[in-house]
């Protein structure tokens, strides 16, 4: 079966710019994540999607940051404006519930740099 | 809140040694544990799980058993090869919270030389 797909592979913006990755999951799977993972450190949730309804979404920064799953399939995620720090490997991964001991499928993820 | 912490690495191994990296838990309630691989040049992949006390997860020569009375997970291996050289990340979802939220360690990198 595919897997999750994400795009684009690397982008590399100045920091106030704005950025958007996407992120098409499993077909058929309810539950999607988006996660940062910056360099040295372990993945860290940003949001989850049960369809197309929001989970949970307690560390992701609002100010900035905004992710949207139309329809229950595709997602995107977007930064505006960024900031250095904002510097990471951004995860999608999906699952069929979202339930406890299932296992997620992660794709390749996209590098952000800002400069 | 459910954290998760990994012993420091990277852990540099001679091919066919033994490999322990420990992983302590904490949480509410009875949590799903597994631990996730990460190859250079490759996405996050799903390694072995446990999902009640006493489980023991394996797969590919990789064992790993949910001690819930020491709150512990450790990812062992009898003889490592070159090619299990990655990044290890335990992790756990469930418990007391039913988002399915996968919490990550830190991660511990694996170098194995022949």
């Known amino acids: 079966e595919a897997g999750v797909a994400q795009s684009p592979r690397y982008k590399i913006i100045e920091k106030r710019q704005s950025v958007a990755f996407w992120c098409n999951p499993i077909?058929?799977?309810?539950?999607l994540y988006w996660y940062q993972q910056i360099l040295g450190q372990g993945p860290k949730l940003l949001i989850q999607?049960?369809?197309?309804?929001?989970?949970?979404d307690s560390q992701l920064p609002k100010d900035r940051f905004s992710a949207e799953r139309l329809k229950g399939v595709d997602s995107t995620l977007k930064i505006q404006p960024a900031k250095l720090e904002d510097s990471a490997v951004y995860l999608c991964a999906s699952s069929s519930q979202g339930t406890a001991n299932e296992k997620l499928f992660f794709g390749s993820g996209t590098q952000l740099s800002v400069l | 809140g459910n954290s998760v912490t990994q012993m420091e690495g990277p852990v540099t191994l001679s091919e066919e040694a033994f490999l322990t990296i420990n992983c302590t838990y904490t949480a509410t309630g009875y949590p799903s544990l597994f631990w996730y691989v990460q190859y250079p040049g490759e996405g996050l992949q799903l390694l072995l799980k446990a999902t009640k006390a006493d489980d023991k997860g394996s797969n590919k020569g990789f064992e790993a058993t949910y001690r819930k009375e020491t709150t512990s997970f450790h990812l062992e291996k009898g003889s490592v090869q070159v090619s299990d050289s990655a990044v290890y990340f335990c992790a756990l979802r469930g418990g007391s919270s039913n988002t399915g939220k996968l919490i990550f360690g830190q991660g511990t990198t694996l170098q194995v030389k022949p």
């Open positions: 999607f049960q369809n197309n309804g929001v989970v949970d």
């Open positions: 077909s058929g799977h309810a539950t």
